[in-house]
């Protein structure tokens, strides 16, 4: 929940301006839902530059005020949404079970869902990372065939990096990918896990950013702050690039 329009407007005029269209990475913005259409019609000469939304509802349609239906995403262009985000987990109570219908909703109108997991601090502390992230993964997205599985993305975010300043270290952050592909693997095979885009979102940022890179399974990133400031996240996706052309 951040900028205002005209600011909003800005950033994506520099980023569309710099950023490289052939860098050979997927950019993914995913502005404020009172931005999507306006930003989705402003972004159609820059089919380098995607857009996501931040969440959507679990139901279809219907008298749920102030909610946004997966349909009318797709209605008005966007491709790919967020979901399961550490926040909506925590501050709106959403279960696995809700997100796990979210995913049907997106998929049923051909929404890619980037779909967030990850562990708390205690819950990290505690040793019980790999348990809370596991059935994260099993209640909530594990529920779909593998031709499903396989249009979405998944986020790994540890809530004890996100906003922090903190962020895991490589060896932290490739532990846990690794994990969840092996998860992938497990429930599906080891070509779907090998396809899958696994994300890495705590505090990245444009010094850090090459580094999480080079790790084995991270495929990306899901960018927070950094993402607020233009020249901060085209060095991020140049990171990206970097690692992509190496």
Same mark, same amino acid.
């Not at 402003?42 to 820059?46: D, V």
């Not at 279960?95 to 997100?99: D, M, V």
């Not at 596991?134 to 065939?145: C, R, V």
């Given at each position: 929940m951040n900028l205002n329009a005209h600011e909003a407007d800005q950033l994506v005029r520099v980023l569309t301006s710099k950023a490289n269209p052939n860098s050979g990475s997927i950019v993914l913005l995913a502005p404020?839902?009172?931005y999507l259409q306006t930003i989705c019609q &402003? *972004?159609?000469?820059?089919q380098h530059i995607l857009i996501a939304a931040q969440n959507c509802s679990d139901h279809l349609s219907g008298a749920f005020t102030g909610e946004i239906s997966a349909s009318m995403l797709a209605s008005i262009g966007v491709t790919y949404c967020i979901i399961g985000h550490s926040e909506r987990r925590s501050y709106f109570n959403e279960?696995?079970?809700?997100?796990a219908q979210k995913v049907f909703r997106l998929l049923e109108n051909n929404l890619c869902p980037v779909f967030c997991c990850g562990e708390s601090s205690s819950q990290r502390e505690g040793g019980g990372h790999f348990d809370v992230v596991?059935?994260?993964?099993?209640? &909530? *997205?594990?529920?779909?065939?593998e031709s499903?599985?396989?249009k979405c993305v998944i986020a790994y975010e540890p809530v004890w990096a996100i906003?922090?300043?903190v962020t895991a270290t490589p060896?932290?952050?490739q532990e846990m990918h690794q994990f969840i592909r092996r998860q992938v693997e497990e429930k599906y095979d080891k070509s779907i896990a090998d396809e899958m885009s696994i994300l890495y979102g705590g505090s990245v940022s444009a010094s850090n950013a090459f580094e999480l890179f080079t790790c084995a399974d991270v495929d990306g990133a899901l960018v927070g702050g950094a993402s607020l400031k233009a020249d901060e996240f085209i060095k991020i996706i140049e990171a990206m690039s970097l690692q992509l052309s190496r």
């Open positions: 404020p839902f009172v &402003g *972004l159609k000469e820059h279960s696995n079970q809700i997100i596991g059935s994260q993964l099993h209640e &909530g *997205l594990f529920q779909l065939k499903e599985i396989q906003g922090t300043g060896e932290q952050a």
